[in-house]
């Protein structure tokens, strides 16, 4: 089970000139919203990553509005783990759950999770935050983290785990979000 106090997001590549290419990037957004709001209600620390923002732009705009004043980390690496400044800032939160949304699920995302998976840290991979141009890919990417060891999870289902109970602030909060 996740554990707040153990978890942290992190935010793979959703820049603006390849978002909109992606397979089915309304609903992607709506939920990498969903979960960017959570994360900050629960104290979630976030680890956002852009691939080389000076060819594909800087994160979406909806995205961008609720991670600032927090700067994204550059990467040329697909995999987020080939930057060392990931990894140390990874290794200062100190947590070993870790979220994963981001774009695309068979090239960035697929390797990164398995870099931490190598790391030996437990990861999520929220299926409805995560994308590739095609549904193909998309569906490969899912199906190999898997293989893997990643647990599969969606936006509501990492919600309500990490509130655990009903009936608190952060319950109130998280409710309007899932409405």
Request: glycine share 6%.
């Amino acid at each position: 089970m996740l554990k707040k106090e153990n978890t942290v997001l992190h935010i793979i590549d959703i820049q603006e000139r390849i978002f909109n290419v992606m397979h089915n990037p309304d609903f992607i957004r709506e939920n990498m919203v969903r979960m960017t709001k959570a994360a900050h209600i629960f104290n979630i620390p976030i680890i956002w990553m852009e691939q080389y923002p000076k060819g594909l732009g800087s994160t979406i705009p909806e995205l961008n509005e609720i991670l600032s004043p927090q700067k994204p980390m550059e990467k040329m690496c697909f995999s987020s783990c080939g930057q060392s400044d990931f990894n140390t800032r990874l290794k200062q939160e100190g947590r070993n759950q870790i979220l994963i949304m981001g774009i695309e699920a068979h090239v960035c995302v697929y390797q990164t999770v398995s870099g931490l998976l190598e790391q030996g840290y437990h990861v999520e991979v929220i299926a409805d935050a995560v994308s590739s141009r095609t549904e193909k890919n998309y569906e490969m990417g899912l199906r190999v983290m898997e293989s893997l060891g990643a647990k599969l999870t969606t936006v509501e289902m990492t919600l309500f785990e990490l509130l655990e109970e009903a009936g608190t602030d952060e319950f109130k909060q998280i409710s309007k979000l899932v409405k």
